[in-house]
């Protein structure tokens, strides 16, 4: 089942900076609840709804929306084999994914990972959580609750070869700025809420972040958390009160 906007969504999005969202979600009232709640936002407008992963890949090949916000359990084809195909297209190369699930499971993160999704949250995000969630996705980083954080990293630990890392002597091209700023990652924190804790600006920790990216060989900010984890510069249970989704 698909559901486009009932007006010129997409004109307005091409012409201002309002992000465009396709919603795929078999829960209609749940897909209504998020619709209500990111059109309440002045940047973001909903452009199409899908009730399955088909109908999902559909829409996103016909509106290329900045972001499609994905359930994982639906009817026919689930969330992740459509995140898969849509991360494959190289026409869609735009159109970003990120997960929304009620399953924060170190299995359902790796595959949503190697499916190319760039963000992974819980549906218990409160509303301003998801609203800057679709925000960060849009604008080019990846970004992981800090439950999906704690799966990835016991997934990693749980590997035979995951207390030595071939990169372990690469932290020592890091600065002491961006092995702080690497150890804050591993919390599950995205940028903005790193930047408010260090009292720094967004641009400046985006900085530190993809140039310890580049010097670790990270691939995506999902490896760097791992890479973290596995050299030692983070420790296992990341801090309490980077929990909130």
Do not use: W
């Amino acid at each position: 089942m698909t559901q486009d906007a009932p007006h010129d969504a997409r004109s307005a999005g091409r012409s201002g900076e309002t992000l465009r969202v396709v919603l795929a979600d078999d829960q209609a009232l749940l897909r209504g609840a998020f619709r209500t709640l990111l059109d309440s936002a002045d940047d973001i407008v909903v452009v199409g709804e899908a009730g399955d992963g088909r109908a999902a890949v559909d829409l996103t090949r016909r509106l290329h929306p900045d972001v499609v916000v994905m359930d994982i359990q639906m009817p026919d084809v689930d969330g992740l084999t459509a995140t898969a195909e849509i991360c494959a297209d190289p026409d869609l190369r735009t159109s970003r994914v990120l997960i929304l699930t009620t399953y924060e499971t170190d299995e359902y993160v790796a595959a949503a990972l190697r499916a190319g999704a760039s963000g992974f949250v819980g549906k218990g995000i409160d509303a301003n959580g998801l609203l800057d969630a679709v925000r960060t996705i849009a604008d080019g980083e990846a970004l992981l609750s800090p439950a999906a954080t704690r799966s990835l990293v016991a997934r990693f630990l749980a590997t035979p070869d995951s207390a030595v890392s071939p990169r372990a002597t690469l932290l020592t091209t890091l600065t002491p700025r961006e092995r702080e700023m690497v150890a804050l990652v591993a919390t599950g924190l995205s940028n903005l809420e790193i930047a408010d804790r260090m009292y720094l600006s967004p641009f400046t920790v985006r900085a530190h972040v993809q140039r310890a990216m580049t010097k670790l060989e990270a691939r995506d900010r999902a490896q760097l958390v791992a890479i973290a984890y596995q050299t030692g510069l983070a420790h296992t249970d990341p801090p309490r009160d980077a929990d909130r989704g």
